[in-house]
């Protein structure tokens, strides 16, 4: 071949290179341009993807699926039970794709679901969307959470479909469907998909070859079923070698925590699931919580407001003792104490050492409280009869001798002589009272009491005459029918140690302030004769007295006492009243069950007579020879006996009452019918303490039984009637606290009229806190469907 020849063939090659690049780059250049494309693409959908914030509060779901609808461009079919309205809060960011999760779950958490129909999804309750369309799943079908309903198959290998079924019954949803298959050993289950695979995980737990392996299914009270799956796996991960021998060990034991109903599921050996519910009845116990500053006590005989006044007006300063001045003072000045007076309570804001300090200063003072019960007899003597009363002289000053003149105090009169008394001895000094016990305890002189105003202390009954009445009950008897006495009052009252008593006994009588006369539409007076208007201002015409006992604590009462008498005085002018008041204000000393007796109160009474022939007597002038006009006066003297005793617990009332109800048998027949089969109160007392003592364990029913046993005897016993209220309000039966209540403001109502006096058995506070309490129910509860009335 010559060289020519293989220069034309190179050229050839040369030639035919050139071409064949050509074409090749022409026939791939589509494929690159559609790479090129699909890369453009996706950076752009990158680019283009959304974040959104979604930020909801109470709107209708309707609204919202809208919003979704618009911004996923999915179309909806919404059931006309779709109603309510939702609140979302979503502080960060998120894809559209997230958004259309979170759509799910908030459908999931109102009841509803989508259901998915061609190129639309159907929004329904989720109850209706069980026989629906909805998406089916096997086994191994990839899926992720998502709060749908979906209806999953589950093939089982080893484990039975109805035992697997027994086993998922309390951790579905009360909406989803869970089928067991026996002929083909699968379970069938339609519930959300997120639920789907927190059971898929236990299914796959339990589903485990059959050996003496148990399936136990522990509830958790107080820890969490996570936290303790966690910390049991631990203690058989990191310390297996130090197991006791025969312990269970990690291999052989599977725990699933399932927080929906805060569960664990066991799947261990008999032996290991007896151990293992062992560990954690040790581990599920109750947390202490830390104690705050807030503290709330409740009283059981203090008053919450008064008691919370005392405790806020204890020192808060630093000590100024130079010993102390190092120390801290007891209560600090940030300790806040304030009552609640519905529950009678205190809420005490302090740290705990405070808190100690002031919780044994509320130990000491709500205590029990003793009560007084006073019987009192006001009566008028006139002052020419005969009317001795003995006494024994307490006076609050000294005698300078047997025969001085008294000094101070209120004894007598001023001016009035030791030796001017009715039976006085001299030699025998009196007594002067102090605050002390042993001039209690002193014998005293023992005399009638004075012409002027003297006050004695009755010791062995009530000597009047040379006559001893044993009580005051006894001199009212014996001198009603006396036309030289005049009773006044026999107030009766019970009260509590230190709280002030106050009866008044009276009429409301109008005086006479201003007359207008007429006048004419000129402002000129017509006629001075004539009256335009008058005004009238009512005042109490009245016997008031006030006794405010102290008892301390050897049984001595202190007693205030204020005395007010007033009265209409004979002759008076209706529309000029004139008034008659004696009053008598001082403290004493008295032993329990001893009569105080304050005389002396001398008041004088004018009464105007005229007498007349008739006709003759009203000539003017003349009238004066067949007319006459006299005036009497007359003296008196007021007496006022006090007898008051002490009640320190429910037999002594019980005693009182039992003295008082035979009292008013002998002397008001009609009064039988409310105190017949007498009852025998120390029985019913005894049984009262024992239901009470019940009540306060919390033991209901047996303190109701002995309450009843207790009414069964006496059925007006106000103390078991509102115990048994008590309950009923413990036990959320208001209807039936209401009762009680109005049973007990209703028997005393009824008593108080027919014994023209006030019950002796109904304490005052117990009265009134079934007031507070019926107005505190009746408030809260709905109106009765029929009309009753109720007596207050």
Not at 230 to 244: E, K, M, V, W, Y
Not at 421 to 440: D, L, Q
Request: aromatic content about 6%.
């Amino acid at each position: 071949m010559s060289l020519l020849h293989l220069f034309k063939i190179s050229f050839n090659y040369k030639t035919l290179c050139l071409p064949v690049v050509v074409i090749l780059l022409l026939q791939f250049t589509p494929y690159l341009c559609v790479a090129q494309e699909a890369a453009t693409k996706q950076s752009q959908d990158k680019t283009s993807e959304r974040f959104i914030t979604i930020d909801f509060d109470n709107v209708d779901i309707r609204l919202f699926i809208k919003y979704i609808s618009e911004l996923t461009g999915k179309n909806f079919v919404v059931d006309k039970a779709v109603q309510g309205n939702v609140t979302i809060i979503s502080p960060t960011k998120i894809s559209e794709d997230e958004a259309y999760q979170l759509f799910e779950s908030v459908l999931e958490v109102n009841g509803f679901t989508t259901v998915p129909a061609g190129a639309i999804s159907k929004i329904m309750p989720a109850s209706r969307a069980l026989s629906q369309n909805i998406k089916t799943l096997n086994h191994g079908d990839p899926s992720r959470p998502e709060d749908k309903i979906v209806t999953q198959i589950i093939p089982l290998r080893y484990t039975t479909p109805d035992e697997m079924k027994k086993v998922l019954a309390p951790l579905v949803s009360k909406t989803s469907v869970v089928i067991a298959h026996t002929q083909s050993g699968m379970l069938i289950i339609t519930e959300t998909l997120s639920n789907i695979q927190k059971l898929l995980t236990i299914i796959e737990a339990i589903d485990i070859p059959l050996t003496d392996e148990e399936i136990a299914v522990i509830p958790l009270n107080y820890a969490s079923s996570t936290v303790a799956a966690t910390a049991i796996n631990t203690i058989f991960q990191q310390a297996p070698g130090r197991l006791n021998k025969g312990a269970p060990s990690l291999s052989s034991i599977k725990i699933v925590a399932y927080d929906p109903i805060n569960s664990l599921i066991l799947v261990a050996s008999p032996t290991d699931v007896v151990r293992i519910k062992h560990l954690i009845t040790l581990l599920d116990t109750e947390m202490k919580q830390s104690e705050g500053n807030i503290q709330v006590v409740y009283l059981q005989h203090a008053t919450a407001k008064e008691l919370a006044t005392v405790l806020t007006a204890l020192p808060g300063q630093q000590s100024s003792d130079p010993a102390k001045k190092g120390e801290a003072p007891t209560i600090s000045k940030d300790v806040k104490i304030m009552p609640d007076i519905e529950t009678n309570s205190l809420i005490i804001t302090a740290s705990r050492s405070e808190f100690r300090e002031l919780e044994n200063v509320i130990k000491k003072l709500d205590i029990p409280r003793r009560m007084v019960y006073l019987e009192a007899l006001i009566m008028e003597v006139d002052a020419d009869a005969t009317f001795d009363v003995g006494v024994n002289w307490m006076g609050g000053g000294e005698f300078a001798d047997g025969t001085g003149q008294m000094l101070s105090g209120f004894g007598g009169s001023a001016g009035y002589k030791l030796s001017d008394t009715v039976g006085y001895t001299p030699g025998v000094a009196a007594v002067a009272a102090t605050a002390t016990t042993a001039a209690i305890a002193a014998t005293p002189a023992t005399a009638a009491i004075g012409q002027g105003f003297s006050l004695g202390v009755l010791k062995q009954g009530i000597k009047i005459g040379g006559i001893t009445f044993p009580d005051i009950g006894a001199v009212l008897r014996a001198y009603k029918t006396d036309s030289n006495v005049n009773v006044i009052a026999t107030p009766q009252i019970l009260t509590t140690d230190n709280k002030k008593a106050e009866i008044s006994i009276g009429e409301n009588t109008p005086y006479l302030t201003r007359t207008q006369a007429a006048i004419d539409s000129t402002g000129t007076t017509t006629d001075t004769g004539s009256i335009g208007y008058q005004n009238y201002e009512y005042k109490d015409i009245a016997t008031k007295l006030t006794i405010t006992p102290q008892i301390n604590q050897a049984d001595i009462l202190r007693l205030e006492i204020a005395t007010e008498v007033s009265k209409l005085k004979a002759g008076s002018a209706a529309d000029k009243p004139t008034t008659f008041k004696r009053t008598a204000t001082t403290t004493v000393l008295v032993k329990d069950n001893n009569t105080i007796v304050i005389g002396g109160i001398i008041g004088q009474d004018d009464t105007e007579g005229e007498y007349k022939v008739p006709i003759l007597g009203d000539i003017p002038l003349l009238g004066w020879l067949f007319k006459e006009k006299s005036t009497s006066r007359k003296k008196t003297n007021m007496f006022i006996f006090i007898t008051p005793r002490i009640i320190k617990n429910p037999g002594d009332m019980a005693g009182v009452t039992a003295i008082k109800a035979e009292t008013i048998e002998k002397d008001i027949p009609e009064a039988r019918q409310i105190l017949a089969n007498p009852m025998d109160n120390a029985n019913v007392m005894a049984l009262i303490d024992q239901g009470f003592e019940q009540m306060q364990k919390g033991k209901y029913e047996e303190a109701k039984e002995q309450f009843d046993k207790a009414l069964s005897i006496d059925p007006y016993n106000p103390y078991a009637q509102f115990n048994l209220a008590t309950i009923s309000e413990r036990e959320d039966k208001p209807q039936q606290a209401i009762k009680y209540y109005q049973m007990i403001l209703d028997n005393n109502s009824k008593q108080a009229a027919l014994l023209n006096s006030s019950n002796p058995n109904m304490d005052s506070a117990l009265l009134e806190t079934c007031r507070e309490n019926l107005q505190r129910l009746q408030k809260t509860q709905p109106p009765p469907m029929e009309s009753t009335n109720q007596n207050y």
